[in-house]
């Protein structure tokens, strides 16, 4: 070190030190400035190998390769079932299709997939019901048929089930909501908005605590961009809700506008009644908890007492020492 600190100073002089630390300040960018450059031609290379990957796997996939073959059949499936029912029956399909919407189940080939997967569920379950059940147990010839219809029912009907779970969850979600979003809806007319920047400020406002609420609210917007009036689109959220309240909200916003009252005071006393239907509610369900308790408390609390209350009697009437 100290001979190139002297070779440094016979060099330059007093400035060698100066000079040595620009030096090493030049070498140390350089240096990472390699690294960088080092590091984006990997990336570029991962890049282009990656889209290489990804063209050759669609070359691969070609008319005969076995995964093409398996979706276009699945698709082929799904169309013609989709076919089926939308010649068929229309009251039906038109009501599943609701009850797919009210579900949050927004893909035009549902009812197909509905029908698919009962289908599936059925004749799968029931198969493996009758090829596991003699390798678990040796039952008769009626009982094993008996397995076999009960667990291809199960799956004919849990779809159904599934479904229904699912309306339910989302209609108390949207009902429990419902009465903020007037609230604030009430808010946002007081303070001069449109009826329709109304509904997109309210939806996103409600997108954290209520998001299937959030979501329907947004596709009304939509709707309402596209070109459909307000009434209409109002009565597609009610449809989508599965609500009394969302359709009487929207009967409400339509008799308004045909009357030419004022929009804010109709939705103010429409909030206070929403208010007081929630506070009935909620009475009810507190009134009604003993009537529920009255099962469990006969089958859980009773027995334990009568043992407790009888137990000693009954050891003194065994033993002798009455």
Request: with cysteine.
């Amino acid at each position: 070190m100290d001979s190139l600190y002297d070779i440094m100073f016979n060099a330059f002089g007093d400035g060698s030190v100066k000079m040595l630390a620009l030096i090493v300040f030049v070498g140390t960018t350089a240096a990472a400035f390699g690294v960088m450059a080092l590091v984006h031609s990997r990336g570029a290379v991962k890049r282009r190998a990656a889209g290489i990957n990804r063209n050759s796997g669609e070359l691969g996939a070609g008319k005969h390769s076995l995964r093409r073959s398996s979706l276009k059949a699945v698709q082929r499936v799904l169309d013609y079932t989709s076919k089926h029912y939308e010649t068929g029956d229309k009251g039906d399909g038109k009501i599943l299709r609701r009850r797919m919407l009210q579900a949050g189940i927004y893909n035009s080939r549902a009812v197909a997939m509905f029908f698919a997967a009962r289908t599936v569920l059925a004749v799968g379950l029931a198969t493996a019901m009758f090829v596991a059940l003699p390798l678990v147990a040796q039952p008769s010839s009626s009982i094993r048929w008996l397995a076999v219809m009960a667990a291809g029912l199960f799956g004919y009907v849990a779809p159904s089930v599934y479904l229904d779970r699912r309306i339910a969850s989302r209609r108390n979600e949207h009902r429990a909501g419902f009465p903020d979003f007037m609230d604030l809806l009430v808010v946002c007319a007081d303070s001069g908005l449109s009826m329709e920047a109304a509904l997109e400020r309210v939806g996103r406002e409600l997108g954290d605590t209520y998001p299937s609420l959030c979501a329907n609210l947004h596709m009304a917007n939509l709707e309402i961009r596209a070109g459909r009036t307000m009434t209409e689109a109002l009565d597609h959220l009610g449809d989508r809700l599965g609500l009394d309240e969302a359709r009487s909200f929207a009967t409400l916003i339509q008799q308004s506008a045909e009357l030419g009252s004022s929009i804010t005071d109709a939705l103010r006393v429409y909030s206070d009644d929403m208010r007081h239907k929630r506070l009935s509610r909620a009475e009810e369900k507190a009134y009604s908890l003993p009537a529920k308790l009255t099962i469990p408390m006969m089958v859980c609390i009773f027995p334990v007492l009568f043992v407790v209350i009888l137990l000693p009697v009954i050891v003194r009437l065994t033993t002798g020492h009455y």
